[in-house]
């Protein structure tokens, strides 16, 4: 199994930036993706970003391109989202996520959760 633990969430104004890390432990993650998956109070969970840990491979969701950059450190079993040009639609709980095998942007896909970090984008 991979425990995962995300830190970095606070609040900022809009237009600021924040970064998050989630730290993996457990399971090699070589065959793994990685992603970070944000739910708003009252909406669906939402795919934002997702990452192959081997090659490095991103996708993210349309909302998101531009402003949120995901990247990982191999050294550190960890993985980041770098968010930039913040919006208050921004704002939810991001949680870090894992799985085998290659990104998919279907929330119910993905096998290891973390508790969550609150982002809150204020206008």
């Known amino acids: 199994q991979v425990q995962l633990v995300e830190s970095g969430g606070g609040s900022v104004q809009a237009g600021g930036s924040l970064r998050l890390s989630c730290a993996a432990s457990?399971?090699?993650?070589?065959?793994?993706?990685m992603a970070w998956i944000r739910q708003a109070p009252g909406k669906e969970r939402e795919f934002v970003a997702g990452?192959?840990?081997?090659?490095?491979?991103?996708e993210y969701a349309d909302s998101v391109k531009g402003r949120f950059t995901i990247s990982r450190d191999n050294a550190r079993n960890t993985v980041y989202l770098q968010m930039n040009s913040l919006e208050p639609e921004d704002t939810a709980v991001y949680h870090c996520a894992s799985k085998m095998g290659g990104i998919n942007i279907k929330p119910v896909a993905w096998q290891y959760w973390g508790q969550g970090t609150q982002v809150t984008v204020s206008s």
């Open positions: 990452i192959l840990w081997s090659s490095g491979w991103t």
């Open positions: 457990g399971d090699t993650l070589d065959y793994n993706s």
